[in-house]
């Protein structure tokens, strides 16, 4: 560690304060043993527990009070006495859903005093004194992740359900489950459904159309038209690089692609590349001059629309709100190529971006970045670990026990195969997305960034816009991309979806409807709480909201003109980006 070429040593330097010492050792230490910040959280709360002695006492006397009910309950249910839980699961913790968990005292007990254990702990770290509330939650959420890995539910001698399978199919299951362990072991993934089972461009992908532009960056989709007449201002869509566009063109049934080719709309969507070493020094200046600059020109010229209404999901549309800002500035009004734009689940404002924060400080970011350097990109599976990781319980301990307990084959499930199929970043793009978006939150911060020569100002994103938000997004918390409301200067209007990241926006109308929506314009001056106050409550899906607001922006009806000269097809869609491994 103190080697002449360890670019990470450290040596004392002369006068240096102890406190100038201290951070210069916490830095090495947490860049060096604790890169992810696991350890250190639960070190202070600990410490600061210890440092409040009163507080403890009091904190340690309730605890002793329920551990006494909990021995009264334990004894009443050993000796055959009826007693009503203590300890209630989390409404959405379906662990111990079986009946099997309640009717039975030795089970029960085995739930109450794990439930206890994992609830008290879980209080004392969040109610850790003389914490910030940063390392409160990161404490908080790293002891819950190993307390999800130790629950009962997770271990075949003390999963009664795991036990009874056994017993019933003679082994069977747990020979099932060996073999389902040794194919996830070989794929290096906790799959959450056979990827067998899905091909792109036959059962995923299936929209036709052409790719009518490639460059370095992306592939542009140009989808075939499905009416006879279509909008005059043409539809592009600005999709994450982090995973891949056919989220939005799932399945016949659930793309939201589709929809809009049979509402009129002329639809064009971002195929990113997925970028390896050599694309190491890919900027976020290129993703918007090479990749939402080359999309908004193609469509403009295949249609020969002056102008496209814009779309951007997820960190697409935290791309888009950087090139709008920037585009306002670089283009006369008379000249800004676009009409209205729609955000679905887009943070600008990154003071509090939801769990992934717990991820995020200064010594992950530096260990992050010495990673991203040596391989040239961000692995994808390293993300989609990380976000199955906000979700332990749903996203991998769920498939872990019924797999490898139970035997269960899962499901197809085509929105999980999507989640599988991991992308890259460039090292250079996703360093400084980090670092100016996360950490030092300067999209909200006028003039603060510049991009691509513009200094970027949302406040100079005058087009009218459309903003969707998911009720249990764990991404993008919608309170948090309201604030988008707050710094963009044109109407706007803005929506609350039932559901989660996915299923909020792949949202299409059915009958009966099975989710709903909250949907009110917003002022600049609102916070969440005051839109909610006059924001109005509706059944079924938004997507009928959004095409009253969107076609009366996009422009009459025409006849579509087919690709041609610089933007004839190359390929049929989805393309050759989308398959690259």
Known sequence: MNG???????????????????RAVNEVVESNLDPMGMATPLLHAQLAWLSH????????SKVSSRLWALQWHSWARALGLPSPDMEKPHPDDTRFSDPVWTESATWDITKEWYLLFTHRIQDMLYNAPGVSSKDRRRAAFWWRKWLNAMAPTNFL????????????????????????????????????????????????????????????????????????????????IVTPWINKFYILDINAKKSMVRFLLDQGFQVFITSWKNPKEDMRDVGFDAYLTEGISAIVDCAREVTGSPKVNTIGYCIGGAALATWLAWANRKYAPEEMPVASTTFFTTLVDYHKPGDVEVFLDEGSFRWLSRDMKQKGYLDGKSMAGAFRLLRSNSLIWH???????????????????????????????????????????????????????????????????????????????????????NYVAGPKRYVLSSSGHILGIVNPPVHPPKREYRVADAERHDTWETWQDKSERRAGSWWDDWMQWLKPKSGGMVSPRPPEGRYAPLCDAPGTYVVEA
């Open 157 to 236: 001698l003390t999963n009664p359900v795991a036990l009874a399978k056994a017993a019933e199919t003679n082994g069977e299951s747990l020979m099932r489950g060996m073999r389902i362990f040794l194919e996830d072991l070989k794929a290096g993934n906790i799959r959450m459904t056979n990827p067998s089972d899905f091909t792109v461009g036959k059962n995923l992908a299936t929209t036709p159309g052409k790719v009518v532009f490639r460059n370095r960056l992306l592939e542009v989709i140009r989808y075939t038209p499905t009416t006879e007449q279509v909008h005059e201002v043409p539809l592009v």
């Open 53 to 60: 002695p009163q507080e403890l006492a009091e904190e340690l």
């Open 4 to 22: 002449p070429n360890n670019k990470h040593s450290w040596a004392p330097k002369a006068n240096m304060t102890p406190h100038e010492t201290w």
């Open 399 to 485: 498939y872990v026990v019924h797999g490898y307990l139970y035997g269960e084959t899962p499901p197809p499930f085509d929105i999980l195969y999507w989640n599988m199929d991991t992308t890259r970043m460039p090292a250079a793009m996703h360093e400084w997305y980090l670092r100016e978006f996360y950490l030092n939150n300067n999209l909200i911060k006028k003039d603060a960034l510049t991009v691509a020569g513009q200094p970027i100002d949302l406040g100079r994103v005058v087009q009218p816009v459309y903003s969707v938000a998911a009720e249990d997004d764990h991404i993008a918390p919608w309170r948090q991309t309201f604030r988008l409301c």
